[in-house]
C-alpha cells in the first residue's frame, strides 16, 4: 500500500492567502474571517440610499440663502 495522500488540500485563505487553517476555514485566522465578514456585512449594507428630496412629508427648505 502505497503511502496515504495527504488531507485534501484547503484552499488558501481568501484574504490573505495563506493556507487555511480548519479551524477557521475556508480562512487562516479568526482576523481574516472576520476581514471577510465584514466585508460581506458591507457589502450587504451599501445597498445605494436613494436620498430623495421629494419627501411629501418634510417641507423643503424655502430658500437655502434666507439666511
Ligand atoms: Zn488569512
Known amino acids: 500500500m502505497t503511502s ?3 488531507l485534501a488540500p484547503d484552499k ?3 484574504i490573505c492567502g495563506k493556507p487555511s ?3 477557521f476555514r475556508p480562512f487562516c ?3 481574516c474571517g472576520d476581514i471577510d465578514l465584514n466585508r ?3 457589502g450587504l449594507y451599501a445597498i445605494p440610499v436613494a436620498e430623495t428630496d421629494d419627501d ?3 417641507p423643503r427648505p424655502q430658500d437655502p440663502e434666507a439666511e
Open 40 to 42: 460581506w456585512l458591507t
Open 21 to 23: 487553517l480548519e479551524k
Open 29 to 31: 485566522s479568526r482576523r
Open 12 to 14: 488558501p485563505c481568501p
Open 4 to 6: 496515504s495522500p495527504p
Open 56 to 58: 411629501p412629508e418634510r
